[in-house]
């Protein structure tokens, strides 16, 4: 997807990193948010298209129509040993969906759906000691998929849709974070200890400026081409009280072919000052003039199965279990290229993530306390991807527990309102990432010189409230 891919030249893109691991987003129904997101194995409606698009076509109505919200609310925190501090300033994501099902026949349904299965929104600030891998990002990825189902038997279903994804995305990163200047200047002076003694009070003053600031930062903005995939699955009923059902969604490699990007500094003529300076005892050393670049990259969004069953024991009840197996292993390094190649091919990215398949698992009930009134609960244990040693604050990724509740009123037989609020919090998880100083990548000295490695303890959670509406007819 086009500038989703924007992300790639400031590191990796995990999105929505407290709602759900890696870039997905729990926020599909309001409804199903209340039973822990289960419903691969149950009949709901319009709402089928995306958890089982098999289930479609047990619509109970000529038209289903469904449409809501969610408020992702979430926080993060990073500590290191020495007790420095960071939390995340986060502005509220907002993803939405909209279902609309149609009955042609008894035993063929259709639909259409828009949702945001990938997101993400979090703000670290400029001038945090992370700032170089990431400042704040912001990112929406929508999805059309028109769907079909088709009842083979009155037990037996399938259904599919075709997946037409897009969205937007907003980056910021330090091209050069606080501290880092004279970090750098430590390197290089390891690597030629008479440049000390020649360096003048002028450039150590300036140099000092950038102590607690990012002097530059690069930023990326855009929006996103679309790209196709595919949703299928499949729902048997074993007898009137057990169903099952298999889903899958499949992979989709979102593209940038050309990106732009920006550069922003703390003070654009003291920085100029200093790099000329600088230029006069380091040949070469200076910003590189990537806003006057465009780049290529590509990220795999990952395919997902999911398997589950329901039982009803009464007219009244309904419990769900599920498991969503998440292909994260497709996302294996990250490679970046920058144009003109002849002059900024030097600063191409090659990232390794090693991301490895996960699974969440899923439980959920409702009870249909009036004919009016339906109360749910639910859970989810979602397994983190990423090994400790490629975890990066734009996600900072950690196996995450979400407990759900939601309920649905009826103040008319055809229309429902609903209401869900989960909490997912994370099992805190010290980490690392190692990248490269930028500036440095062109200079002669050592390559293991030019590595830094960021590490601490990430500790993240989130509050959403969703609210949906649905009328049949």
Same mark, same amino acid.
């Given at each position: 997807?086009?500038?989703?891919?924007?992300?790639?030249?400031?590191?990796?893109?995990?999105?929505?990193?407290?709602?759900?691991?890696?870039?997905?987003?729990?926020?599909?129904?309001?409804?199903?948010?209340?039973?822990?997101?289960?419903?691969?194995?149950?009949?709901?409606?319009?709402?089928?298209?995306? *958890?089982?698009?098999?289930?479609?076509? *047990?619509?109970?109505?000529?038209?289903?129509?469904?449409?809501?919200?969610? @408020?992702? *609310?979430?926080?993060?925190?990073?500590?290191?040993?020495?007790?420095? #501090?960071?939390?995340?300033?986060?502005?509220?994501?907002?993803?939405?969906?909209?279902?609309?099902?149609?009955?042609?026949?008894?035993?063929?349904?259709?639909?259409?759906?828009?949702?945001?299965?990938?997101?993400?929104?979090?703000?670290?600030?400029?001038?945090?000691?992370?700032?170089?891998?990431?400042?704040?990002?912001?990112?929406?990825?929508?999805?059309?998929?028109?769907?079909?189902?088709?009842?083979?038997?009155?037990?037996?279903?399938?259904?599919?849709?075709?997946?037409?994804?897009?969205?937007?995305?907003?980056?910021?990163?330090?091209?050069?974070?606080? @501290?880092?200047?004279?970090?750098?200047?430590?390197?290089?002076?390891?690597?030629?200890?008479?440049?000390?003694?020649?360096?003048?009070?002028?450039?150590?003053?300036?140099?000092?400026?950038?102590?607690?600031?990012?002097?530059?930062?690069?930023? !990326?903005?855009?929006?996103?081409?679309?790209?196709?995939?595919?949703?299928?699955?499949?729902?048997?009923?074993?007898?009137?009280?057990?169903?099952?059902?298999?889903?899958?969604?499949?992979?989709?490699?979102?593209?940038?072919?050309?990106?732009?990007?920006?550069?922003?500094?703390?003070?654009?003529?003291?920085?100029?000052?200093?790099?000329?300076?600088?230029?006069?005892?380091?040949?070469?050393?200076?910003?590189?003039? !990537?806003?006057?670049?465009?780049?290529?990259?590509?990220?795999?969004?990952?395919?997902?199965?999911?398997?589950?069953?329901?039982? =009803?024991?009464?007219?009244?009840?309904?419990?769900?279990?599920?498991?969503?197996?998440?292909?994260?292993?497709?996302?294996?390094?990250?490679?970046?290229? *920058?144009?003109?190649?002849?002059? !900024?091919?030097?600063?191409?990215?090659?990232?390794?993530?090693?991301?490895?398949?996960?699974?969440?698992?899923? !439980?959920?009930?409702?009870?249909?306390?009036?004919?009016?009134?339906?109360? =749910?609960?639910?859970?989810?244990?979602? #397994?983190?991807?990423?090994?400790?040693?490629?975890?990066?604050? #734009?996600?900072?990724?950690?196996?995450?527990?979400?407990?759900?509740?939601?309920?649905?009123?009826?103040?008319?037989?055809?229309?429902?309102?609903?209401?869900?609020?989960?909490?997912?919090?994370?099992?805190?998880?010290?980490?690392?990432?190692?990248?490269?100083?930028?500036?440095?990548?062109?200079?002669?000295?050592?390559?293991?010189?030019?590595?830094?490695?960021?590490?601490?303890?990430?500790?993240?959670?989130?509050?959403?409230?969703?609210?949906?509406?649905?009328?049949?007819?």
């Amino acid at each position: 997807m086009k500038k989703i891919i924007a992300l790639a030249c400031l590191s990796m893109l995990p999105l929505s990193y407290a709602a759900a691991e890696g870039y997905q987003v729990n926020a599909q129904s309001t409804k199903q948010a209340g039973m822990g997101h289960v419903g691969a194995a149950m009949k709901l409606g319009a709402e089928s298209m995306h *958890f089982n698009p098999a289930g479609l076509v *047990f619509m109970d109505k000529n038209v289903d129509l469904s449409a809501g919200i969610t @408020g992702v *609310f979430a926080n993060g925190k990073f500590t290191q040993n020495d007790g420095y #501090e960071a939390k995340t300033d986060n502005k509220a994501s907002t993803p939405l969906y909209a279902y609309a099902g149609f009955k042609i026949y008894d035993f063929l349904a259709a639909g259409i759906s828009i949702n945001t299965p990938y997101g993400s929104s979090i703000n670290w600030g400029r001038d945090w000691r992370g700032a170089h891998l990431v400042q704040d990002i912001s990112l929406k990825a929508f999805n059309i998929q028109p769907t079909v189902s088709w009842k083979i038997m009155d037990n037996l279903s399938i259904g599919a849709g075709l997946m037409m994804e897009f969205g937007n995305i907003e980056l910021n990163r330090a091209l050069i974070a606080p @501290g880092e200047i004279n970090k750098m200047a430590g390197i290089l002076l390891e690597s030629n200890p008479g440049l000390g003694a020649m360096i003048p009070d002028e450039i150590k003053a300036l140099m000092a400026k950038y102590d607690e600031v990012s002097a530059a930062s690069v930023g !990326l903005k855009g929006d996103a081409g679309i790209r196709f995939g595919f949703n299928v699955g499949a729902m048997y009923d074993i007898n009137e009280k057990i169903t099952v059902g298999v889903s899958y969604r499949s992979k989709v490699t979102a593209r940038v072919k050309e990106g732009d990007v920006a550069l922003s500094y703390a003070n654009k003529a003291d920085l100029d000052k200093l790099m000329g300076m600088v230029g006069q005892f380091v040949p070469g050393a200076g910003l590189p003039p !990537l806003d006057q670049s465009t780049f290529s990259a590509e990220l795999p969004l990952p395919d997902n199965w999911n398997v589950g069953v329901s039982y =009803r024991p009464t007219n009244r009840w309904e419990v769900s279990g599920e498991v969503q197996f998440v292909g994260w292993g497709a996302y294996k390094s990250l490679d970046v290229k *920058f144009y003109p190649d002849s002059e !900024l091919g030097k600063y191409n990215i090659t990232a390794p993530k090693k991301y490895k398949n996960s699974r969440i698992y899923r !439980l959920g009930g409702q009870f249909a306390a009036t004919d009016r009134l339906d109360v =749910r609960l639910g859970a989810y244990y979602d #397994e983190s991807p990423v090994e400790d040693d490629y975890l990066n604050p #734009e996600t900072p990724s950690m196996n995450k527990l979400g407990l759900t509740a939601g309920l649905s009123f009826r103040p008319l037989k055809s229309l429902s309102v609903d209401f869900a609020f989960s909490y997912v919090t994370g099992f805190g998880r010290d980490g690392s990432y190692t990248d490269e100083y930028t500036l440095l990548k062109s200079l002669p000295i050592p390559d293991a010189a030019k590595i830094r490695k960021f590490e601490g303890h990430y500790d993240v959670y989130a509050l959403m409230p969703s609210i949906g509406l649905s009328y049949a007819f």
